[in-house]
C-alpha cells in the first residue's frame, strides 16, 4: 500500500482517538513512562505498516498497539512489575464512530434537507438555519435578519411545514406508501406548530 495512503488513513482513522489513548496511557502507567513517547512510537509502528486492510476496528487496533509499545518501554527499562489488559477491559473499548451505512445514510438526508431548504424564500431559509441548525435565539434571529420576531415565527412554522410536507411526498414518490408516510410526516407538521 502506499505510504500517503496508510498516512491518510491514520490521520482519518487513528489520529482522532490519540486523546482517548493518550488518557488511558497517563491513568494506566503514566507514573512509569511518558504516554508521549507510546503515542509517538505507536504512530510509527502504524506507519510502517505495508497496509491497513486487515484493521477492522482502527481504535482497538491503535490501543492494542499502544499497549504493545508500552510494554516494550518498560521491558526494555527494566519494569518488571506492568498491569496487562484483561479481556473485560478489552471489551470496554469500544468503536463508537458510526457504522459506514449510518454515516452515508446521514449524510444523504442532510443533502436532501439542504435541498428542500434551497427551495424556501431565502428570509425562510435563513430563518429555519440560524433558529433550528445554530440555535440562534428569536430576538437575535430577528435581529439578524432586520425584521420582527413575528415574521421570524411565521417564517419558522411555515419554513418548516413545506420542508416536512416536500420531504413527505419524496419519501411518497420513493416508497409508494403514500398515504402512511403523509400521516407520519402531517403529524410531525403539526407539532412544529408549537416553534
Same mark, same amino acid.
Given at each position: 500500500?502506499?505510504? &500517503?495512503? +496508510? ?34 512510537? =505507536? ?9 491497513? &486492510? ?13 499497549? @504493545? +509499545? =508500552?510494554? &516494550? ?29 449510518? @454515516? ?17 424564500? &431565502? @428570509? ?9 441548525? #445554530? ?12 425584521v420582527s420576531e413575528d415574521v421570524v415565527r411565521n417564517h419558522l +412554522?411555515?419554513?418548516?411545514?413545506? +420542508? ?13 406508501? =403514500?398515504?402512511?408516510?403523509? #400521516? ?12
Amino acid at each position: 500500500m502506499d505510504e &500517503d495512503l +496508510v498516512s491518510a488513513w491514520i490521520g482519518r482513522e487513528i489520529l482522532p482517538h490519540e486523546r482517548g489513548v493518550r488518557s488511558w496511557l497517563a491513568r494506566r502507567w503514566g507514573h512509569v513512562l511518558d504516554p508521549n513517547d507510546v503515542i509517538q512510537e =505507536a504512530y510509527c509502528r502504524i506507519a510502517s505498516l505495508g497496509s491497513v &486492510d486487515h484493521i477492522r476496528s482502527p481504535m482497538a487496533y491503535f490501543y492494542r498497539t499502544a499497549q @504493545t +509499545v =508500552a510494554a &516494550d518501554i518498560m521491558r526494555r527499562s527494566g519494569v518488571i512489575n506492568f498491569t496487562s489488559m484483561t479481556e473485560i477491559e478489552w471489551l470496554n473499548v469500544m468503536d463508537s464512530a458510526p457504522l459506514a451505512d449510518r @454515516t452515508i445514510a446521514a449524510a444523504q438526508e442532510i443533502e436532501r434537507v439542504n435541498g428542500v431548504l434551497s427551495e424556501l424564500s &431565502d @428570509t425562510a431559509r435563513k430563518a429555519i438555519e440560524l433558529r433550528r441548525i #445554530e440555535g440562534v435565539s428569536q430576538r437575535e434571529t430577528a435581529e439578524r435578519l432586520g425584521v420582527s420576531e413575528d415574521v421570524v415565527r411565521n417564517h419558522l +412554522v411555515r419554513g418548516v411545514q413545506k +420542508v416536512l410536507q416536500r420531504l413527505a411526498a419524496q419519501d411518497a414518490e420513493m416508497s409508494g406508501d =403514500a398515504r402512511e408516510t403523509m #400521516e407520519q410526516k402531517a403529524e410531525a407538521v403539526d407539532t412544529s406548530r408549537s416553534l
